[in-house]
């Protein structure tokens, strides 16, 4: 069948990608609407039972080849993607600001992302050297032990919305890289976006089988679980998600990168502009729609009041509207979910004498950036990931009271801490329960050559850098002794 492109589609269309062929998908037809207008965007067409097991067959059949081509080859057309990006960047961009209602800097966020990733996981992948372990048993024999990094085989993916560039990218290629082979769900709500990056990868130019895409809801996600003869599910998504994938994989390689409830600390010596500006970023970049966000703000009775005048004053010139307009600097939430759960956490926690110091309105998809104070660690706001625009306060007077209240949550992503003192924060850093802490900077800072991922129910497994590779192979040890045979 001939590749029609995104682009030639109007309306674009999301297909499924099986054995080096684009097909229609039998199922289910799901249409996406752009959260800031309303207006069809996009659609998919599901794919049936059938199909998904036809991809995971594809992918079954390429798998020993792949894992047998030497890796300066298999990382080759990495490099012609990256061409690819860049000659799609325009149509690529609008259908991510239009599906996700991201701002353009958003959107050239989340393609910087891809690119990043392309560029150099595959180096990484070039360089993942194995190692030889002296012999223990035998210390004179002529054993030699060697450890290689293997494939593991047949990759389930499954992708969220929140970035659909980005996120997809930080799997596929790692796992394609170091001798993998993919089926893709990406997530329904942005097809656009998701069609576009799977011909890009589709025209990349991988052999038949090594990458295959299947469209449809999580129960397609599910399927692909399931099935006997996928070895490892890598996922990005939500806690709730991950726990049923992660009972329903049984035993199978996981990675997983879930939800957060990221602590952003505020001490008394920190420099309390720097730390406003970084909690507009961490708070209401994509309108709060970040695993990274700053989901609890933690801030010392010293300078709280100093702070939270600031950062209200902040939030309410903050530019919300359409995230085609390049004034715009925060655009819509992108789905009611997200809507649902900002309203129903903002009224908790105000039923339970929290006040909203800014913002707190909504209309349609579009919710104000909105600053709450005497939040107490108990409320719902505080405990759960809200996933809406919105820095809720919680006031503390001592550093143990700090920790205490820092790691007293399900969760362990990312943190953040400002204080003036290095060695406070280095401190500090050690003793916060997060996969990632930053010493001055926003919650929402993604280091893409640095492993990333969670401690307790935010993830199992790490994403990017040598993270990634790590992920995405099993250790193999091999042993060879030279002195048999003896003639
Ligand atoms: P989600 O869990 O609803 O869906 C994620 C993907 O999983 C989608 O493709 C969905 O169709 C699929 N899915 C749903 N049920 C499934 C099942 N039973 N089996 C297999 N696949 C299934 O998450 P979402 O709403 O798309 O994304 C938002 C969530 O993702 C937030 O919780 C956010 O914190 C998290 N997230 C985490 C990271 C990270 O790196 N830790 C990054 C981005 C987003």
């Not at 990382?75 to 996700?100: G, Y």
């Not at 360089?127 to 002529?142: E, F, Q």
């Not at 990094?149 to 394609?176: D, K, L, Q, R």
């Not at 799977?198 to 399927?223: H, L, S, T, W, Y």
């Amino acid at each position: 069948m001939g590749v029609v492109t995104a682009a030639e589609q109007g309306v674009v269309a999301a297909r499924s990608y099986l054995n080096g062929e684009w097909v229609t998908g039998g199922g289910e037809e799901i249409e996406v609407k752009n959260p800031a207008t309303g207006k069809l965007v996009s659609r998919l067409n599901s794919s049936t039972a059938e199909e998904v097991v036809a991809a995971v067959a594809a992918a079954r059949e390429a798998r020993r080849a792949w894992a047998a081509t030497p890796v300066a080859v298999r990382i080759e057309p990495f490099r012609r993607a990256v061409d690819l990006v860049e000659s799609r960047r325009d149509e690529l961009k609008a259908m991510i600001c239009q599906e996700v209602g991201k701002t353009q800097a958003e959107a050239d966020d989340d393609i910087f992302g891809l690119l990043a990733n392309f560029l150099h996981t595959p180096e990484d992948a070039l360089r993942h050297a194995g190692k030889i372990v002296p012999p223990t048993w035998t210390p004179n024999s002529k054993r030699r032990v060697l450890i290689t990094h293997a494939p593991v085989g047949v990759v389930a993916v499954m992708s969220p919305w929140n970035f659909p560039a980005a996120i997809p990218s930080e799997m596929i290629t790692p796992a394609i890289a170091s001798g993998n082979v993919v089926v893709w769900k990406p997530s329904e709500w942005t097809p656009g976006t998701s069609q576009i990056l799977a011909e890009i990868i589709a025209d990349a130019g991988f052999p038949k089988g090594v990458f295959n895409v299947v469209q449809g809801r999580g129960n397609i996600g599910a399927q692909l679980v399931e099935h006997p003869e996928t070895d490892m599910v890598a996922f990005v998504g939500s806690t709730a998600t991950g726990e049923v994938i992660a009972r329903a994989a049984g035993i199978k390689k996981l990675l997983l990168e879930l939800g957060g409830n990221g602590p952003f600390v505020v001490m008394e010596d920190a420099d309390v502009e720097a730390a406003v500006e970084a909690t507009v970023e961490g708070a209401f970049y994509l309108a709060g729609q970040v695993c990274t966000a700053a989901e609890r703000l933690l801030v010392h009775d010293a300078v709280h009041d100093d702070f939270v005048a600031a950062l209200a004053d902040r939030a309410r010139t903050l530019k919300v509207g359409d995230p085609m307009d390049a004034a715009t600097e925060m655009g819509p939430l992108t789905v009611q979910s997200s809507l649902d759960k900002t309203i129903a956490h903002l009224g908790d926690a105000t039923g339970q004498g929290a006040e909203i110091v800014a913002g707190g309105s909504h209309h349609d998809l579009f919710h104000d950036p909105t600053v709450l104070v005497d939040v107490t660690p108990e409320m719902a706001i505080a405990r759960e990931e809200t996933f809406g625009p919105v820095a809720p306060v919680i006031r503390f007077s001592s550093e143990e009271e700090m920790l205490r209240i820092a790691n007293d949550s399900d969760y362990g992503l990312t943190g953040a801490i400002f204080t003036k003192s290095l060695e406070r924060g280095w401190e500090l850093a050690e003793q916060i329960d997060c996969g990632t802490v930053h010493v001055n900077e926003t919650t929402n800072y993604w280091e893409l050559l640095a492993p990333f991922g969670g401690m307790k129910k935010s993830g199992i497994g790490r994403v990017l850098g040598d993270g990634a590779l790590e992920s995405f192979t099993n250790s193999k040890q091999i042993t060879y002794d030279r002195a048999r045979p003896k003639a």
